[in-house]
């Protein structure tokens, strides 16, 4: 039975699979579709495994003012089945030059209303823009770092109205300006529009605020110079994946996220997700779990296992997941190598024991595969008979935590 289930789990730990494809819509004017900015999107994410269905609607010289007022968009909206929808408001429109914010707010509630009719679990993203330089004066740089701090005011209240967040493209192209003024995000001065290489930087603000990961090390570079590339790409992670509270990330919307640590063939994960009623997990090798915190996962073979993250709230669900490569692949590992601590036997049958090259005492638990825990035994040493005769045949997770914090885990097969 061991060995079969060693088998099946090793296949499908190497099934390689994309995940499953999201629809996207971009409903903006010129600063959305610049050097095809949303394509860019598309191939970051490619980059992750991740496939994105790109849908842009965005005529020039457009705001939230037109956009009420224009049946095509209302017809994308109709098409539903969106995961995600990205509202740019108008060049003016975001620093409240042309409508005070509050008028804005009020039209965008009116789109958000007819996507959420067709796409009910779709998550609107506000797309905070960059504002140009009017020349290379001083005053004028300063008029563009004013505009930008009222655009970004701006855009958190709309997310706040709205319930949702935003991707903050604009801050990620003023800390790149800030931090490298050589390298010139516009086509020109008094040129609102990103050139190339700030398309670029916005498609990455945009690709981790969709997928929640960073870019750096991505092998994308749109055809451009690979340093300022990988400089953008630190930038943006830098700029997105720091006061997260500001972009709304957690606030609202369902999020689905973890982190992880490994040691040897153990791994052991952190959810960070908000905004949830219940999760599912599936660690990449044929077994899931819907605890919040799951037990350590022990891998059976070393290898490169994608492990996806699956939180559900009001009906809808958001998802996160990444790859975790495991270079070793021992049976038991120990986070403090000063003693060596072990169960026995293994495989057994109705009593365990302790085996410890050190004289402490020793908290035990074990968990089933779906992460429960479903026997703890306190304060056990070398000299403990732990009777597991109420636990069924199968494979379970051993954890032993000794004195001074060392922990060991393990496998234990429990058999007939």
């Not at 092998?219 to 943006?236: F, H, I, P, R, V």
């Amino acid at each position: 039975m061991f060995t079969r289930l060693i088998t099946v789990l090793f296949i499908l730990s190497h099934c390689a699979a994309f995940s499953a494809q999201k629809k996207i819509l971009f409903i903006g004017n010129s600063l959305t579709y610049y050097n095809n900015m949303p394509e860019t999107v598309k191939q970051i994410a490619l980059q992750w495994n991740d496939s994105l269905d790109v849908t842009v609607y965005a005529p020039g010289g457009t705001g939230f003012v037109n956009h009420i007022a224009d049946n095509n968009v209302y017809q994308h909206f109709a098409r539903g089945g969106w995961d995600y929808v990205v509202l740019q408001p108008g060049s003016n429109e975001s620093p409240g030059y042309s409508f005070p914010i509050n008028e804005t707010i009020t039209k965008g509630k009116t789109l958000i209303d007819s996507i959420y009719k067709y796409s009910p679990c779709a998550q609107v993203i506000f797309y905070e823009i960059s504002y140009g330089v009017a020349d290379n004066s001083a005053q004028a740089k300063t008029n563009y770092f004013n505009t930008q701090t009222l655009i970004k005011a701006n855009i958190m209240k709309l997310a706040d109205s709205a319930n949702t967040y935003l991707c903050p493209a604009g801050e990620v192209m003023r800390n790149l300006w800030q931090n490298k003024p050589a390298d010139f995000l516009w086509g020109s001065f008094g040129d609102i529009h990103p050139n190339a290489l700030g398309s670029y930087a916005i498609a990455c603000s945009f690709a981790s605020t969709i997928f929640k990961k960073r870019v750096k090390g991505i092998k994308y570079y749109a055809g451009l110079d690979t340093t300022k590339c990988n400089y953008a790409q630190q930038l943006s992670d830098s700029v997105v994946f720091t006061n997260t509270a500001d972009w709304r990330f957690k606030r609202y919307k369902p999020f689905a996220h973890f982190s992880f640590t490994t040691s040897r063939n153990t791994v052991t994960f952190i959810n960070n997700s908000a905004v949830y009623d219940s999760l599912k997990w599936d660690f990449g090798n044929g077994t899931n779990s819907k605890l919040v915190s799951p037990a350590p996962v022990i891998y059976a073979s070393t290898g490169t296992y994608k492990v996806k993250l699956v939180t559900y709230k009001n009906g809808c669900m958001n998802e996160y997941d990444t790859t975790v490569v495991l270079k070793s692949a021992n049976s038991v590992q120990s986070i403090n190598n000063n003693q060596s601590t072990s169960i026995y036997p293994n495989p057994a049958l109705n009593e365990i024991r302790i085996h410890s090259s050190g004289n402490g005492r020793s908290v035990l638990k074990i968990y089933n595969l779906e992460g429960k825990l479903v026997k703890s035994v306190n304060d056990a040493d070398n000299d403990t008979v732990i009777n597991i005769a109420d636990l069924k045949p199968a494979v379970y997770v051993y954890q032993l935590i000794g004195e001074g914090g060392k922990i060991d885990i393990g496998k234990l097969m429990i058999g007939q």
